[in-house]
């Protein structure tokens, strides 16, 4: 029975093999006749857009103003309403010390700086760049109010005074606000400064060299793409500040420059010196002040002694010329480096008095040509038509080979060097400014948020300034305003299928492309899912057309023409003896021993029909050969 089930399975394999192979075959056929029609209908649309041209360069001056004023004339088709979202201003929650949406539209609590700046020409020393608080010139939310940067290279510098000072003790510093380049940015920032607190501070003046705690936020000048956060320490031995400036992040900061969307810029400063810079609500640089500031807060214990000098005889040289190399007798220092080839043959047909150049026959001199000033004229050179079917023209050499003997200008080689002493580096010497600060959180208190800013772009969107030490009110804060701008910027954005319409409206051939790419897999699904026939009973005559032995199969009209006889055969049977079969169970017993002894019967009658086609087949043939 294993072998009837084996040889079962591999004709079902090979009807299967022969249905997958016609399947394929229009798969790949389908396949080309889409690619064929998509560049055929492309090319059409190239050749559409040629003609376009062609024509309109044929037309006349007055024909196509005529056509121009006739354009023009047509009303634009009204671009579709994008979903919009209702702004609410958001409201500060919880403890902070700085919070401004300028949704009032003023400039309340805001100083414009009077001052100018210092060491420069009197014509751009004020700081005259213009502000103003306005929608964004593309706003997805009527009535959200920000703070723009209205003038191009110019200087700009406003502040504000916090609600109260912030001091660096035992809760962290956060800092957040948006930015939107509405017309991009070629060279300037956007960053904020926390200005110091200080008695004499004055915002009326605040200027570049005004005293900040940290400067923080982004900036471009051209394809060098900023983050800055920069804090100022206080040297605790001699009391001056020197700018620490964080290590540049590894994110590609590219996006939120030129995106011309509205990004949200947070800082994070921790009590325990780490701190981190999110965009957009993520990480995209952390570290710690201790470790990941240039220049280091804390200076070198050690430092080279500036008096020491190297000594004339140190000798840094690890290799050197051995001294005792002596140059061989046979090094010929003046062998050439190409010889000629001695066993090179001219090739047969070599034109030795034929010039590979001579002057054009067809050459005329030209009729201005004045040999006056021009010289004699003299027909220009070309290929001699004589060595175009000769191995060559002209004077024979024999080629040049690279020279076996040949060694160059000779040299000691090179050994160690017994004096060598290593690379000289001057000695070491405590560092008499040495400090050991393993706190610079506590920075100087601020007092006030301010911008200065120098700017070749103009239109810069600020909004939603935010400062406080809780973590939760700030991304609050952050979901009421930069988040509610995130959502009305998607919602105004076109779906996947509104840009392939518009993509289609501009080029119709693209239709085309859509249609072969919905309809082609919906064919190639339906031709191998859809397709396939029922596999037929196979007769025993097709099974006889093989020596080898094949399981009993009947097919459909000899299984209905069996069940027709045996019902022929009920039919005519005495109703007596239907009678009696019910009514004994003995004759009943008998009938059924008889059928078990036939059905025995039938059995040992297949196997040794199953033994003789295996003995006739070529394979049992070659076993009992092999036996």
């Known amino acids: 029975m294993k072998l009837k089930v084996i040889i079962s399975v591999q004709a079902s394999r090979r009807r299967f093999c022969q249905t997958m192979d016609l399947k394929a075959q229009l798969c790949v056929l389908l396949l080309a006749l889409g690619l064929c029609v998509t560049l055929q209908v492309s090319a059409q649309e190239e050749d559409v857009d040629v003609d ?26 009204a671009p579709a309403a994008a979903p919009t979202v209702t702004y609410k201003a958001p409201e500060p929650r919880g403890e902070h010390f700085f919070a401004e949406s300028f949704d009032k539209g003023t400039l309340d609590g805001w100083v414009v700086s009077q001052a100018k700046k210092d060491d420069i020409d009197e014509e751009i020393a004020k700081y005259d760049g213009k502000w103003e608080v306005e929608e964004m010139k593309d706003t997805k939310l009527p009535g959200d109010k920000g703070l723009v940067l209205k003038s191009r290279a110019k200087h700009h510098a406003i502040s504000a005074l916090l609600l109260r000072p912030f001091t660096f003790d035992t809760k962290p510093l956060i800092v957040q606000y948006e930015v939107n380049f509405q017309n991009g940015i070629d060279c300037g920032g956007a960053y904020v400064k926390l200005l110091s607190q200080s008695p004499d501070l004055s915002l009326a003046q605040f200027v570049d060299k005004t005293p900040y705690t940290i400067m923080f936020g982004p900036d471009k000048c051209g394809e060098d793409y900023k983050l800055h956060f920069i804090f100022r320490h206080k040297n605790p031995k001699t009391g ?31 009590p325990d010196n780490s701190f981190e810079i999110l965009v957009d609500q993520t990480v995209v640089n952390s570290g710690s002040l201790l470790s990941d500031m240039t220049p280091s807060v804390n ?45 090179a043959v001219k090739p047969d047909g070599w034109l030795d008095d034929e010039p590979e150049y001579i002057a054009d026959p067809d050459a005329i001199k030209p009729e201005d040509w004045d040999e006056d000033m021009d010289g004699e004229w003299e027909a220009p050179q070309v290929p001699n038509p004589a060595c175009e079917s000769a191995p060559g023209c002209g004077k024979w ?29 001057p000695r070491k010497i405590p560092n008499p400014d040495f400090f050991e600060d393993l706190h610079p959180f506590r920075m100087t208190p601020v007092s006030a948020v301010g911008l200065e800013l120098w700017s070749m772009s103009s239109d810069i969107f600020f909004d939603n300034f935010f400062i406080t030490y809780d973590r939760n009110t700030a991304e609050l804060w952050a979901d009421e305003g930069w988040g509610l701008k995130k959502a009305a910027e998607g919602a105004a954005e076109p779906g996947l299928m509104n840009q392939m319409i518009s993509a289609a409206e501009e080029k119709p051939w693209l239709w085309v492309v859509y249609v ?45 023409e069996e069940k027709d006889e045996q019902e022929e055969a009920k039919a005519e049977e005495p109703e007596e003896n239907r009678d009696d079969a019910e009514d004994s169970p003995a004759e009943a017993a008998e009938e059924d021993e008889e059928a078990e002894k ?14 003789e086609v295996l003995r006739r087949s070529p394979r049992s043939k070659g076993r009992a050969r092999k036996e």
């Open 52 to 77: 376009v041209e062609d024509d309109v360069g044929d037309l006349g001056d007055d024909e196509l103003l005529d056509g121009e004023a006739e354009e023009e004339e047509k009303p634009a088709p």
């Open 240 to 270: 001056e500040y020197e700018e620490k400036h964080a290590k540049k992040p590894e994110s590609d900061l590219r996006t939120y420059y030129t995106d011309k969307k509205t990004h949200l810029y947070t800082l994070v400063l921790n």
């Open 299 to 343: 200076p070198p214990a050690e430092i080279e002694d500036p008096d020491d000098h190297k000594p004339e005889d140190w000798d840094e040289r690890p290799k050197i010329q051995d001294p005792d190399a002596v140059k061989p007798d046979d090094w010929d220092e003046d062998a050439p480096a190409k010889i000629p080839d001695e066993d």
């Open 397 to 425: 050499e024999r080629p040049m080979i690279d020279n076996p003997n040949y060694k160059g200008k000779w040299k000691p080689p090179m050994i160690d060097n017994p004096n060598y002493q290593g690379v000289w580096k």
């Open 516 to 560: 072969l790419t919905v309809a082609l897999p919906l064919v190639l699904i339906i031709v191998f899912c859809c397709t396939g026939k029922k596999k037929p009973a196979q007769s025993a005559a097709e099974y006889k057309k093989t020596d080898e032995p094949q399981p009993d199969v009947k097919d459909d009209a000899e299984e209905e």
């Open 598 to 611: 036939q059905e025995e019967a039938e059995d040992q009658s297949d196997e040794k029909q199953e033994e």
